[in-house]
């Protein structure tokens, strides 16, 4: 909303990514274009890759003013004529019938994300609680590294990757981001694998962290 009224104030075009807008956990997306007098002055980028699974077939749609739809339309045929037709009869079967499966998804989501975050904290690692998509972005800070040195020597020394903080902007420092779109049984390995690495930097966790995993997946019925 308070975006809305700037844009307005201002004059602007808001040009809103909502590829996440189902896999939320707290409370429902708001739409930006559905906010009073924002209609005419959004375009709305959305996809299949993310609340679908369908990520690499490159199917997604923008809406807006059809003057500067038709303009992005026009540079897009220029680059690439249109997505498979495969892609697109998968795309319209998961709008007919996804639903289902998508909300599933949701709920394993949720149920990982309960996991990581719990986990970050109980380690020792400052971690907030996302409303959605299936990133974490925990604060590294309290190692002493960098979020750029953290990444690196996890990686070396773990084999564990996560993305530095910084690469979203000056403000991530101190932080890295990490995806929990994978299975509880490789993040429990991971997350027992990361609270080694930062035990060796002094950060010791607030509870026993090891266990949660097989814990979690014991109460969940995963395992």
């Known amino acids: 909303i308070a975006i809305s009224e700037i844009a307005k104030q201002h004059d602007l075009i808001v040009i ?7 896999l939320t956990y707290i409370g429902e997306h708001t ?24 990520t690499g077939w490159r199917v ?7 003057d500067f739809v038709g303009a992005m339309t026009k540079i897009h045929q ?13 795309a319209l079967e998961a709008l007919k019938n996804g639903q289902p499966a998508m909300y599933k998804m949701i709920q394993q989501y949720n149920r990982r994300r ?27 800070s309290v190692t002493g590294l960098s979020s750029e040195q953290f990444a690196e020597e996890l990686l ?26 994978a299975s509880v049984e490789d993040l429990g390995e991971a997350l027992r694998r990361l609270s080694k690495f930062i035990r060796r930097r002094g950060v010791f966790p607030k509870k026993v962290t090891y266990p949660y995993a097989f814990d979690f997946m014991h109460k969940e019925g995963i395992c």
């Open 114 to 140: 309960n996991l990581v975050v719990k986990s970050f904290n109980d380690m020792g690692l400052p971690c907030f609680e996302p409303g959605g998509a299936f990133y974490a972005f925990p604060q590294v």
């Open 156 to 181: 070396k020394e773990e084999k564990v990757a996560v993305v530095p903080g910084n690469a979203f902007g000056e403000s991530g420092e101190g932080f890295i981001r990490v995806s929990y779109a």
């Open 60 to 66: 997604a749609y923008a809406c807006g003013n059809p």
């Open 31 to 54: 739409c930006m274009s559905s906010l009073p007098g924002m209609k005419e002055r959004t375009i709305l980028l959305n996809g299949f890759s993310k609340s679908y699974a369908m």
């Open 78 to 90: 220029y680059s690439i004529l249109c997505a498979p037709i495969t892609a697109q009869m998968a």
């Open 16 to 22: 809103a990514d909502e590829i996440y807008d189902k």
